[in-house]
């Protein structure tokens, strides 16, 4: 009798060392699993920014080109501007417009007191 429960009892300590290991294993692959989950989450994260970076990056580019296309526009008007008035003769009279206004208001104000 003291036998066949020593048998019983191996049987029963075998079985539970082959669940421990297979709960072990196990165990051990859902580590692994989830050590290779947070390594592709690590690599997304690397992938994710440097999408938003050459995008912001592209982004900015086109703003930069989009100013400085109409800057350059009202750069070449007025410099049409300018030569348009100096091919008049208008430059130098220009500069003396607030002066000629002065006189006449002057001449004006004298004639008609």
Not at 46 to 56: D, L, M
């Amino acid at each position: 009798m003291n036998t066949s429960q020593d048998q019983s009892s191996c049987s029963s300590n075998r079985e539970a060392l082959l669940r421990f290991r297979d709960a072990r294993r196990d165990l051990e692959l859902a580590i692994g699993g989830v050590l290779w989950a947070e390594q592709q989450i690590k690599d997304n994260l690397q992938k994710v920014k440097a999408q938003i970076h050459s995008c912001i990056s592209r982004h900015l580019e086109c703003l930069q080109s989009r100013e400085v296309w109409p800057c350059e526009q009202v750069d070449l008007i007025y410099q049409l501007k300018e030569e348009t008035l100096q091919g008049w003769g208008c430059g130098s009279a220009v500069a003396h417009l607030p002066g000629m206004y002065e006189a006449l208001g002057s001449i004006l104000s004298t004639t008609y007191k």
